[in-house]
């Protein structure tokens, strides 16, 4: 079965860095898209940022945009999110996903809390 294990989160101040990974099995990592998802407290979970399956094209919400880098190794079936320049407002539980066959799959959040 699809299975997504994310991990890497925690506490980190604003301006800090963090690095989350999503490790797929269960399907053919390289030939699906993936995407990071997040959910502040109180909203709604929303797209933070998607990479295709060859990792080649890649987009962000504009709220993260040159200060998050998506990318992922299609040998080590992993997915990940680079978090450079961290604001207090990035605080959320975080969601890797994938979509296939009519079926979003997601991973376990990984919470990120900045604060000082």
């Known amino acids: 079965q699809v299975q997504l294990v994310g991990s890497g989160g925690g506490l980190v101040q604003p301006g800090g860095s963090l690095r989350l990974s999503c490790e797929a099995s269960?399907?053919?990592?390289?030939?699906?898209?993936m995407s990071w998802y997040r959910q502040a407290p109180g909203k709604e979970r929303d797209l933070v940022a998607r990479i295709s399956s060859t990792g080649l094209n890649t987009n962000y919400a504009d709220s993260v945009k040159g200060r998050f880098t998506i990318s992922r190794d299609n040998a080590k079936n992993t997915l990940y999110l680079q978090m450079n320049s961290l604001k207090p407002e990035d605080t959320a539980v975080y969601y890797c996903?994938?979509?296939?066959?009519?079926?979003?799959?997601w991973g376990k959040g990984i919470p990120v809390t900045v604060s000082l």
């Open positions: 269960g399907f053919t990592f390289r030939n699906y898209a």
């Open positions: 996903n994938t979509h296939m066959g009519g079926i979003d799959y």
